[in-house]
């Protein structure tokens, strides 16, 4: 059976930035990232982020984010993979989709599988939705 959630998330925490390359104007970086979510999942999440910034802008970030919490009344975790980017710097062009990483859930959220995206409104609100399954 296929399970749909969403609600939204709040930044919690978003550590400076730490440059570690930058050539021909493309600088990467690595950020902690803390959230809380609300909604389908209530929970808590920690994220390690590569990004990439062009002059044009914010242009990609690839992570992977443990989530620790309670999903449709099944408490558990999973392991989230990032991947994201702009076309042009812009919110108008980008993408920003979630693949729950198989054999990563645990307690009641072990067999977890599936696929997210973020969205990100106008005046700043994250939303999120999932689409997944359970062995």
Sequence with gaps: MTFQASG??????WDAEKPYAEHDGAKMTRVHVGKQFHGDLVGASSTELITVETPAGPAAYVGV????????GREGTFVLQHSAGSE??????????????PTSGT??????RGTGQITIAEDGTHTWSL???LD
């Design 8 to 13: 939204t998330f709040d930044i919690e925490a």
């Design 65 to 72: 984010e443990r989530v620790e919490g309670i999903m449709h």
């Design 88 to 101: 042009d710097g812009t919110p108008d062009t980008q993408w920003l989709r979630w693949l729950i990483v």
């Design 107 to 112: 307690g009641e959220l072990a067999g977890i």
């Design 131 to 133: 689409e997944y399954t």
